[in-house]
């Protein structure tokens, strides 16, 4: 499939005059959603902090679509920068429509294995960010009648994944503060969370090699066994699970709210 191409799945336009931002956005899945974004028309700001690799991405989304885009340098750990940090993007930019809470994972390994200290950092970077991010732009997104917040968690949130037991707890967490704020926030803003599975990006690499070291099994065996429980056979490719982020932020997503939805080839057993 050519997803930025003949198989793009929206109209270039479907997203023309809203502004986006998008989290962890420097790779993976969130350089792919900030693709996505950028070809149905909206204005992207992308975040992360690695400055070259955003400025990089702003220069292929100029030639995806009409938006205007810019790189944001955020560290999402470093929570009391944020508030100030959006308000002066949006001082600049306008306000935000779309928010895509996106960042990177913590490393895998048995739970009993982490100590208190292990969950402050990706705590802060995912569940204490993405709450800065909404209790700063909820606002906003009320008065000018339109807000879409979409969350990047993890399969986990449905079924445990063995040995990221830290990841398993944290990605719970978001989903739950996800639905909690569904239940509290302006009936034109929508939240939502987008469920991977086993996706063809750098953290899969990672896990593999994580494995790999802890048990002694081959990458090749790692990716088979992973293989095994996916009924489609093969890897997802980001810009899949970025076209269904890229649905929710949509008007016509309106009627969804508080959803998880699993982008995962039909790997979860449960319902």
Same mark, same amino acid.
């Given at each position: 499939?050519?997803l930025?191409?003949?198989?793009?799945?929206y109209?270039?336009?479907?997203?023309t005059g809203k502004?986006?931002?998008?989290?962890?956005?420097?790779?993976?899945?969130?350089a792919?959603?900030a693709?996505?974004?950028a070809?149905?028309?909206?204005?992207?700001?992308?975040?992360a902090r690695?400055?070259d690799?955003?400025?990089?991405?702003c220069?292929?989304l100029?030639?995806?679509?009409?938006?205007?885009?810019k790189?944001?340098?955020?560290d999402l750990e470093?929570?009391?920068?944020?508030k100030?940090t /959006?308000? *002066?993007? !949006?001082?600049?930019?306008? @306000?935000?429509?779309? =928010?895509? $809470?996106?960042a990177? &994972?913590?490393p895998?390994?048995p739970?009993?294995?982490?100590?208190v200290?292990?969950?402050?950092a990706?705590f802060?970077?995912?569940?204490h960010?993405?709450?800065?991010?909404?209790?700063?732009?909820?606002?906003?997104?009320e008065k000018?009648?339109?807000?879409?917040i979409?969350?990047? /968690?993890? *399969?986990s !949130?449905?079924?445990?994944? @063995?040995?990221?037991? =830290?990841? $398993?707890?944290?990605? &719970?967490?978001?989903?739950?503060?996800?639905?909690?704020?569904?239940?509290e926030l302006?009936?034109?803003?929508t939240i939502?969370?987008?469920?991977?599975?086993?996706?063809?990006t750098?953290?899969?690499?990672?896990?593999?090699?994580s494995i790999h070291?802890?048990?002694?099994?081959?990458?090749?065996?790692?990716?088979?066994g992973?293989m095994?429980?996916?009924?489609?056979?093969?890897?997802i490719?980001?810009?899949?699970?970025?076209s269904?982020?890229?649905?929710?932020?949509?008007?016509?997503?309106?009627?969804?709210?508080?959803?998880?939805?699993?982008?995962?080839?039909?790997?979860?057993?449960?319902?």
């Amino acid at each position: 499939m050519d997803l930025l191409g003949n198989d793009y799945p929206y109209s270039t336009n479907a997203l023309t005059g809203k502004h986006v931002l998008v989290c962890g956005a420097s790779k993976g899945i969130g350089a792919a959603t900030a693709k996505m974004m950028a070809k149905a028309g909206a204005n992207v700001t992308v975040s992360a902090r690695s400055h070259d690799a955003l400025v990089s991405l702003c220069e292929e989304l100029s030639e995806l679509g009409s938006g205007e885009h810019k790189a944001l340098v955020l560290d999402l750990e470093e929570t009391a920068s944020i508030k100030p940090t /959006i308000q *002066t993007l !949006v001082e600049q930019r306008g @306000p935000i429509h779309i =928010l895509v $809470n996106n960042a990177g &994972g913590p490393p895998g390994g048995p739970l009993l294995s982490n100590a208190v200290e292990d969950f402050e950092a990706p705590f802060k970077r995912h569940l204490h960010a993405a709450h800065t991010l909404v209790q700063s732009l909820a606002p906003a997104m009320e008065k000018i009648g339109y807000g879409r917040i979409i969350q990047i /968690i993890s *399969t986990s !949130v449905k079924e445990p994944i @063995p040995n990221i037991g =830290l990841s $398993n707890t944290l990605r &719970g967490a978001m989903a739950s503060w996800a639905k909690s704020l569904s239940r509290e926030l302006a009936p034109c803003i929508t939240i939502n969370n987008v469920l991977p599975g086993f996706t063809d990006t750098e953290r899969l690499d990672s896990l593999a090699a994580s494995i790999h070291e802890r048990t002694g099994k081959s990458l090749e065996d790692v990716h088979e066994g992973w293989m095994s429980q996916v009924p489609i056979e093969r890897l997802i490719d980001p810009l899949e699970t970025a076209s269904a982020i890229t649905f929710l932020a949509l008007p016509a997503s309106g009627g969804i709210r508080g959803v998880s939805l699993a982008v995962d080839g039909g790997r979860l057993r449960s319902i």
